[in-house]
């Protein structure tokens, strides 16, 4: 609900959990005199905030020295720059003859039910009954420059959802040095920052300090969101635990360059940026024209981490993919990769096929080295057309139907080799200086300048005469390396601070088009493993492959870290080969995500395809009801210690999977763990014990682990049902 206290100049959004209170002060400043736990009757005790004084100016007109304006808190919606504020404003215009002042002033709002989509972006859905939203109008003070500022609260969750729109109605273009999504002032500083820098293969690490005095920044500016940090960032009091005190997350709903910047000043209040990276980016706006910044969301949780995972959890499956079957059951892939990389024929395709199938197999996926000449990786991307030499796509197809799976093919669509049909057609294809002595290489590839529309035309076209052959069911579409020459040779030397956001833009152009046209093919996102897991991705895409590694090892880190900051369903798992852990250790944790194998099929013994066949068959009852639209809690955490555990639940609460991992085989004597989420009332049956307990014995007293020698084994997976 949204609502207005015109004497008071006092707006409040608010869901009967949280609000955010605005006043709109005498200067038309939009000040934020509250964010947080709603409380009875908090408009009247936020309107009686004492009054500050906002410093002093000298009038030029008349010579005095006045107050500059008054104000009551110090935490503004939008601060100006170039004048008194210098914690860093989100967004930046210089003027024509160089003055950075940029400051935004208050015109006027609106509150309407629901959110509108944003016109060139992926962005947050939600009918009437969903969201309310508040849209201010603010003027700059000197320019015919109008912001429009929206901020969007849900109902169903603790999720504001918000981002700024900037017209440019002067006669002239202006440059847009920074436009970041959103600025979030707290009155304190008292919190611990959480973020997941990483790398290939360990991706999501978890880093934890306390919120620094001055300034920190959380960045991408490698064209990607990136393996080196992830966009989603969460703030929590210092004791914040799983289950207790204040915790604010943040994510983006953007794919490329992103910072996330806090500034804490000499009074410890806290100053939070979030947006674009202002580091090479300026944006040309015509007279006329308008530029939209990405949605940045925010959680708030005052019941600890959990609260603020499932709030985002809740918004990304509900609010934000677009799939249209992403509630339904996802059938148990195999992916070629790890178990023969480019080397396959059609045979060996269909013996993978028919062994895959053994193991529980309903979607089989053919990844790289299909098309062009495409055997191995420093030849033949850009060429999308099927080698026909090599693979008969149509043989495999048509086996999977018989033997009732599906199928599914690989692209990487961004991509181009220096030694392809495309490059040698189009060597403007690619960013970079013309007369440039080189351009760097990652995995022997090319970046394709997709800030142009002819190169995205070219690869949908490709992509679509292979769909229009080739009905397939599933989509893995990776990104294997990073923008380094983000300047395009079609565009001038004014607009080169756009290309990073261009082709951005073409990535989203492009998988939109397809995403609408083949609404019933599962497009999954990947990037080197999991270096573009964010909320612009998971748009177009229900799951993304999370990382190379799939050892547990590494992976139990990866996949819980990844499971703060979103839902289970979109977490790609597989069971690999690696010789480290087992396959039923590894086939538990893949069960924490959507399930799947990335082997040799051929090699498994009886024995081993029994084990893995077991797991699929637990996958197939409970991940649609219990994982996939379960409520997750975090009950161990890997980044504390060795152990982890976590517990999805079903909605209905008559279902529950616990995974509890010992992955360092340490000794604990004892070792009970509570529960949460499940009904007090309910008896359930639990597959570890065989017993029969109420739920309030399990979040009371607990599940004992210490009496089976838990030290010997590294994993296990409980199983509650309701017993009626
Ligand atoms: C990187 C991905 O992460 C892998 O799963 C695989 O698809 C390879 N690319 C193929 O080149």
Known sequence: MVSYNA??????????????????????????????????????????LPVRDGGEILDMQTGEMTHRHETRTLCYEISSHGLWDKRGAPIVIPKENGSTVTDFRYLSHKAYKGIHPLATLPSAKGGEEDCDTVEFLLKETSRE???????????????????????????????????????????????????????????????????????????????????????????????ATNDRGEVIGFNLIYSSNFKFRTFVNRDRQLHITYGINDEDFCWKLEAGETFETPQAVIAYSAEGIDGMSQAFHHFIREHLITYRHDKEYKPVLFNSWEGCYFNFNTESVISYIDDAIKIGTELFVLDDGWFGARNNDRLGLGDWYVNRQKVDLHKIMAHCKEKGIKFGIWFEPEMVNPVSDLYAAHPDYVPGEPDAAEL????????????????????????????????????????????????SRHYPADRQGEIYHRMMLGYYDLIGRLTREYPDIMFEGCSSGGGRFD??????????????????????????????????????????????????????????????????????????????????????????????????????????????????????????????????????????????????????????????????????????????????????????????
Not at 150 to 162: E, M
Not at 163 to 174: G, I, R, Y
Not at 188 to 195: A, E, F, G, L, W
Not at 541 to 565: K, M, V
């Open 7 to 48: 004497e008071k100049r006092i707006i409040t959004l608010s869901n009967g959990n949280i609000s955010y209170v605005i006043y709109i002060n005498p200067n038309g400043v939009l000040e934020q005199l509250y964010f947080g736990k709603y409380w009875e009757g908090q408009e009247a005790d936020l309107a009686a």
């Open 145 to 239: 420059l109008y912001l429009t500022y929206c901020l969007t609260l849900y109902r169903d969750s603790n999720i504001l959802v918000r981002h700024f729109a900037l017209e440019n109605k002067t006669s002239a273009p202006v440059f847009l040095d920074r436009a970041m999504s959103m600025q979030l002032d707290l009155p304190s500083s008292h919190y611990d920052i959480v973020h997941f820098p990483g790398r290939w293969a360990q991706e999501r690490d978890y880093e934890e300090n306390p919120v620094l005095d001055g300034v920190q920044e959380i960045s991408s500016n490698y064209g990607r969101s990136g393996h080196e940090e992830n966009p989603f960032v969460y703030l929590k009091e210092h004791k």
């Open 440 to 487: 760097s290489l990652h995995r022997h590839q090319l970046h394709l300048d997709f800030s142009v529309k002819e190169v995205v035309d070219n690869i949908y076209a490709q992509m679509k005469a292979f769909l229009q052959e080739y009905p397939v069911s599933y989509i893995k579409w990776d990104y294997n390396r990073v923008v380094n020459e983000h300047f």
């Open 535 to 724: 909320l612009g991705t998971l748009y177009f895409c229900p799951q993304i492959w999370t990382s190379d590694e799939s050892d547990p090892s590494q992976r139990i880190a990866i996949q819980y870290n990844t499971s703060l900051g979103y839902p289970l369903s979109t977490i790609g798992a597989h069971v690999n080969d690696s010789k480290v852990s087992s396959y039923k250790t590894k086939a538990i944790l893949a069960l924490f995500g959507t399930y799947g194998y990335e082997m040799n099929p051929n090699i498994l013994t009886a024995s081993e395809q029994e084990e893995l066949r077991e797991i699929a068959e637990i996958y197939c009852k409970y991940h649609q009801s219990v994982i996939g639209n379960g409520t997750l809690y975090h009950l161990l955490s890997p980044n504390e210690g060795n152990l982890m555990c976590m517990q999805s639940v079903s909605k209905d609460q008559t279902a529950s999977l616990v995974i509890l991992m010992n992955y360092r085989k340490e000794h604990a004597q004892f070792r009970v763990i509570r529960l949460r989420g499940l009904d007090p009332e309910k008896q359930y049956k639990n597959s570890y014990t065989g017993t029969v307990h109420s739920g309030t014995f399990y979040m009371e007293r607990g599940i004992d682990f210490s009496s089976d020698g838990f030290a010997s084994i590294n994993c296990r997976l409980v199983i509650l049902t309701e017993e009626a």
